[in-house]
């Protein structure tokens, strides 16, 4: 299917239809990614993920020409990045460093997260961070427990630029980057304001029960059996379930003194929401904001999968009243 949407954008562009040629340039991204997803490591794999970039940069170029490449300097390398300008924007204006969680990538976060913010005239850093995207597929960064120092790299390039006002630098991630943001925030105090996009406190509790329904061959895991072992720069789950032991908010997540927003859906089948909950209550911000959609209201699911708009629109809107 991605092969055939890309053909698709292909002989839509030679029409001079650059528009519609965009479009499905980026819907065979989003195929090409779901479907490498599902491949252990090997060369498809990593064939698969550059066909992703490639169709994303095509689609994006089409589409969403305020998107423009980065590279964000991590130690003696970079991390790669998208950042979407905001339009609304005039002169130096708020911007929201945005990490992945465990399976997703910047492509997909910068349409995820990013276009309800430009329209608040909040510019987005969409960054593969260590364990992530672009920097684990090509890279091979695997992930880190004190993501503090991926995020001041972001926080870093962010205030070195002429169009972001370093006062109002935010962090927001999503699924499992409910532990990477907090805990970013946590070490980091010149964030101005943090998002959970999922709540995590105990990121191995969490594994414990994943692990579980992966072993009984259940399908609700939401991750291959192979994908933990291979973000974490492991051989295996044993080494990796030992590893994730440091992937905890405890004596964490007091130290957080930003506005903190906690967003997560009461049918999450991945992440359950009472680890929402406990973040929750273990941020020490004065400034703290839980928000649990419900199946009434829609986006119930994990990361408001079921109705995306809703958590976009309210993450926006909470970021532009705090930062």
């Known amino acids: 299917m991605a092969r055939k949407l890309e053909q698709a954008a292909g002989a839509q562009s030679a ?11 980026l819907r065979a991204a989003s195929y090409y990614f779901l479907g490498e997803r599902f491949l252990p490591a090997c060369d498809e794999k990593v064939e698969g993920y550059r066909r992703c970039l490639h169709c994303f940069t095509e689609g994006a170029k089409r589409r969403y020409p305020n998107i423009e490449r980065v590279a964000v300097p991590y130690g003696d390398t970079t991390l790669p990045a998208w950042f979407m300008k905001s339009d609304c924007a005039r002169s130096r204006a708020p911007a929201v460093a945005f990490f992945d969680g465990l399976d997703d990538t910047k492509e997909l976060s910068v349409l995820y997260g990013g276009v309800e913010l430009a329209q608040r005239g909040i510019h987005t850093l969409a960054i593969d961070g260590p364990g992530q995207g672009e920097a684990l597929r090509l890279q091979g960064i695997p992930s ?61 509790a969490v594994w414990v029960e994943r692990r579980k329904v992966l072993e009984s061959g259940g399908t609700r895991a939401s991750a291959p059996h192979f994908q933990l072992p291979w973000v974490l720069g492991v051989p295996d789950m044993d080494t990796a379930m030992e590893k994730l032991k440091d992937y905890t908010l405890a004596s964490v997540a007091e130290r957080i003194a930003c506005p903190f927003l906690v967003v997560h859906g009461e049918n ?26 419900t199946a009434a209201e829609g986006g119930s699911g994990h990361g408001q999968g079921d109705n995306l708009q809703l958590g976009a629109d309210f993450v926006a809107d909470w970021l532009a009243e705090n930062l």
């Open 144 to 204: 880190r427990h004190d993501y503090e120092i991926p995020a001041a790299a972001a926080y870093d390039y962010l205030a070195g630029r002429s169009d972001v006002d370093a006062g109002g630098i935010g962090i927001m991630a999503y699924s499992m980057g409910g532990y990477y943001a907090p805990r970013a925030a946590a070490f980091e105090p010149r964030f101005a304001a943090c998002v959970a996009w999922s709540g995590h406190f105990d990121y191995h």
């Open 268 to 293: 999450d089948a991945i992440v359950p929401v009472r680890y929402a909950r406990e973040l929750f209550a273990a941020v020490g911000s004065k400034n703290k904001t839980l928000k649990i959609f």
């Open 15 to 25: 029409l001079g239809r650059e528009l519609t040629s965009g479009s499905y340039y």
